[in-house]
Structure formats: structure tokens, C-alpha cells
């Protein structure tokens, strides 16, 4: 959705990653992609709280 923010592709945080790097991995795998999003809201909270940039293991 436009302003969601992808966090980590099959359970890899693309922190860092450029968005040629980011693309990569996500078509590295044909079969099965897995993304973790965050909304504007989601994303602006756990900055809030200290949590900016870290990927959370769910």
C-alpha cells in the first residue's frame, strides 16, 4: 500500500540494503516471496518508542 514501508524480505531485514539490493532478494526465490510491511502509523510508533529501524522477529 502506498506509504507502507517493507521491513524484511523471507525473514531477512533489508535494512541498508539499496533498492537494486532489495530487489534482488526479493527475486531470488521463484517459488515463494514473504514480505514485512509496516504502515505509516506502525512505523512512526516504534520510532516513538526507540524501536526505529530495528526489524522485530515475529
Not at 502506498?2 to 541498508?16: F, H, K, P
Not at 516471496?33 to 526489524?55: K, Q
Amino acid at each position: 500500500k502506498e506509504g507502507d514501508r517493507v521491513l524484511a524480505v523471507n525473514g531477512e531485514s533489508i535494512e541498508g540494503l539499496d533498492h537494486e539490493q532489495t530487489v534482488h532478494r526479493i527475486r531470488a526465490r521463484e517459488d515463494q516471496v514473504t514480505l514485512l510491511v509496516i504502515d505509516p502509523a506502525g512505523d512512526e510508533f516504534y520510532h516513538s518508542v526507540g524501536f526505529g529501524g530495528t526489524v522485530l522477529p515475529w
